[in-house]
């Protein structure tokens, strides 16, 4: 079990896999901060639910692709903790849309908030876990950054992005206690998936079936754990056996 004292961030906190990463992160021990853009109702749901099983955690309310307003937010947090033990960076969106007929503001809102906001997000925090020489980073892309989807010239970009920032920033930080891993799920069960119509997806998955959040939240809490201090530089799929 982690020491309670850590602290984790996990962005895009207030749903799906996020939600089920901040739960399962503070049932393990950690002090977890809930980042949220605007849903601030749900936001304060999973704090409930995590104080209501016994655990800890607090409320931050930044946008990610925002570069100021994330930098002076993650400031604030590190004032206010010294330092942040694990990062999560999970927030993202998807506009999907085939790229002949592709909208740049839906271009650029995705790599923003899935691939520039990483940048915002993680160099801060680097900072404090290198004075620490302890540190866990979780970066989550996703199987469309390892083997593209048809209209997800956007988020399949961003997504693969984050895999190469995975490998690159952790042989950087390698010699200083820092873990620098990638998830890449397939098909889960949250609301990315609503109107999509799965049944030939789910036939090209051997398990047959669609993952669980919470499963991916097992995999993200295995990774911030003193368990995984020898694996880094890697991205772990989840994704039923897709490829």
């Not at 936001?43 to 104080?51: C, D, G, K, M, S």
């Not at 790229?99 to 990483?118: A, H, P, Q, R, Y």
């Not at 004075?131 to 390892?146: D, P």
Request: net charge neutral; hydrophobic share 45%.
């Amino acid at each position: 079990m982690a020491d309670v004292k850590q602290v984790a961030l996990v962005t895009g906190a207030s749903r799906g896999i996020g939600r089920a990463i901040a739960i399962k992160l503070a049932q393990v021990g950690f002090h977890v901060i809930v980042n949220y853009k605007s849903n601030r109702e749900a936001a304060e749901e999973v704090l409930l639910t995590i104080q209501n099983a016994g655990g800890s955690g607090e409320l931050a309310q930044f946008d990610v692709a925002e570069g100021p307003a994330t930098s002076a937010a993650v400031e604030e947090l590190l004032t206010k903790h010294e330092s942040i033990d694990v990062l999560v960076n999970n927030a993202g969106i998807c506009r999907d849309m085939l790229l002949l007929w592709m909208k740049e503001e839906d271009w650029l809102s995705v790599l923003n908030t899935n691939l520039i906001s990483f940048f915002y997000v993680t160099k801060p925090i680097l900072r404090t876990m290198l004075k620490k020489r302890y540190g866990r980073i979780i970066n989550m892309s996703s199987v469309s950054g390892q083997m593209g989807s048809p209209g997800q010239v956007n988020y399949s970009a961003a997504k693969a992005g984050l895999i190469g920032a995975t490998m690159a920033l952790a042989k950087e930080m390698g010699k200083k206690g820092i873990t620098v891993n990638a998830i890449a799920p397939g098909f889960v069960e949250t609301d990315m998936l609503n109107g999509l119509k799965l049944d030939d997806a789910i036939k090209r998955i051997p398990l047959q079936r669609c993952g669980k959040p919470e499963e991916v939240a097992e995999l993200a809490a295995f990774l911030a754990s003193e368990k995984a201090a020898y694996i880094t530089g890697q991205v772990i799929g989840i994704n039923g056996g897709m490829f």
